[in-house]
């Protein structure tokens, strides 16, 4: 390993926290110095962010065209990544406060009011999460997320539904119901996967790509399909007794605003 490769892994070790982190052994030097210049100009970005958010602790690597509004109300813990086109806007009642180690890729959004009518609650993701690229999340009813949740690109979570029970008036005159999203630890949302408002994620979950999940996953438990349905365990003490629980989705003119069953 060359003296290049041993100084950048020491320096990623240390920010992650991480003492057994490797680089892998068939990265060039050439590779690494495009990668090592990349990440200091991300640096050199976030200092600004830094002076505005001051909740903000640690290194902010912040990638072009990055829009962070209101950001006295964004906390986060040391190494935040935002990559390119990362849209954040953290007005609420509570912002936004994300752990250490997490990264929001490319173009992703996370937004926390939609309305001025009517303040969100906020967002919370522990630490090392990853929100993959192109993916909403809505923390108008408030987003709890645990340590070591991982996102693909194209996640799309909902707190927030539109009421339609009136059709004598406007769908958008009827206002808001809203519920929050609890995903527990070590979770892995799939591709393209859509949860919407009042539902929550046990332990150690897969959601499948491109599933709609709109009740309760119970932990260790593997979901896919439209509505999603339990296909799989993890652990066989998680299984309960009988059936899977089928999981319905009530027809909406929006998938992102469903209405979620009664339990």
Known sequence: MSVLSRAIESIVARLKGDPKYRLAPDLSSAQLSIV????FRQIVRGLPLRLRARKVRGVVFRGRRVVVEHAGQLAS???LILEDRVTINALSRDGIALGRNVTIARGATLLCTGVLAELGDGIRLGDRCAVGAGSF???QGGLFVGDDVIMGPGVHIFTENHRFDL???PIRAQGNSRASVTIDRDCWIGASATIVAG???GTGSIIAAGAIVTRDVPPYAVVAGVPARVIKWRRPAAEPVGPPPALTLIQSPHVGHSRQADR
């Open 36 to 39: 090592l210049w990349h990440r």
């Open 77 to 79: 813990g040391p190494a």
């Open 137 to 139: 999340l809505g923390g």
């Open 167 to 169: 059709t004598e008036l």
């Open 199 to 201: 539902v929550s994620i």
